[in-house]
C-alpha cells in the first residue's frame, strides 16, 4: 500500500486472502516517496516466491504501475479515495497503463479491495488446487444466499 493510512482501506483484501488460505505479506511504500523500495521489493519479488502483486494506493495511485514496470508478476491496483477527487483520480492512474506495462484496476474502494483478493486467488488457483477450491467453495456460498 501506498501509505500507512490505506491499512483501513486494504483489511478487506487482508481478511479474504487469509480466509481463502493465501499467504501474503503487507509493504508500505511509495512510488513518488520511497521510489528505491518499490524498485528493491518489485524487481526480487519473484525470487522471493511472490506470485501475484496487490497494490492500492490513492492520489496519483502510481505504486501498481511503478510495481508493474519492474516485474512480469501480474499487479492488481487497488484505487483508493484519498483526494477531493473521490477517487477518480487514482482509477485513471491505475487503469490508464501504457502498451506493455499492464495492471489489472480493481474499483475504487471496498468493492475493489475486496475483488483485488478474489482475483489474486484466481490466479493463484491456477497453480495451487487448494486456493481454487477455497475460490470455489466461496463462490458456491454465493449461490446458495
Do not use: C, F
Not at 487469509?18 to 524498485?39: C, I, K, W
Not at 518489485?42 to 516485474?71: C, D, F, N, P
Amino acid at each position: 500500500m501506498g501509505s500507512a493510512s490505506d491499512e483501513e482501506a486494504v483489511q478487506p483484501t487482508i481478511n479474504i486472502l487469509e480466509s481463502l488460505g493465501v499467504d501474503y505479506e503487507v509493504r508500505v511504500m511509495s512510488a513518488h516517496r520511497t521510489p528505491e523500495r518499490v524498485h528493491e521489493y518489485a524487481s526480487t519479488a519473484r525470487e522471493r516466491g511472490i506470485e501475484v502483486i496487490i497494490a492500492a494506493a490513492g492520489g496519483s495511485a502510481a505504486l501498481g504501475g511503478a510495481l508493474a514496470a519492474q516485474t512480469t508478476l501480474p499487479v492488481i491496483g487497488i484505487p483508493l479515495t484519498s483526494s477531493e477527487l473521490n477517487g477518480w483520480d487514482a482509477l485513471l492512474s491505475t487503469a490508464q497503463m501504457p502498451p506493455g506495462i499492464p495492471v489489472a484496476a480493481m474499483a475504487v474502494g471496498g468493492w475493489g479491495a475486496r475483488n483485488a483478493a478474489y482475483y489474486a486467488a484466481q490466479i493463484l488457483g491456477i497453480k495451487h488446487d487448494d486456493i481454487r477450491e477455497a475460490v470455489e467453495r466461496y463462490r458456491q456460498s454465493l449461490r446458495e444466499r
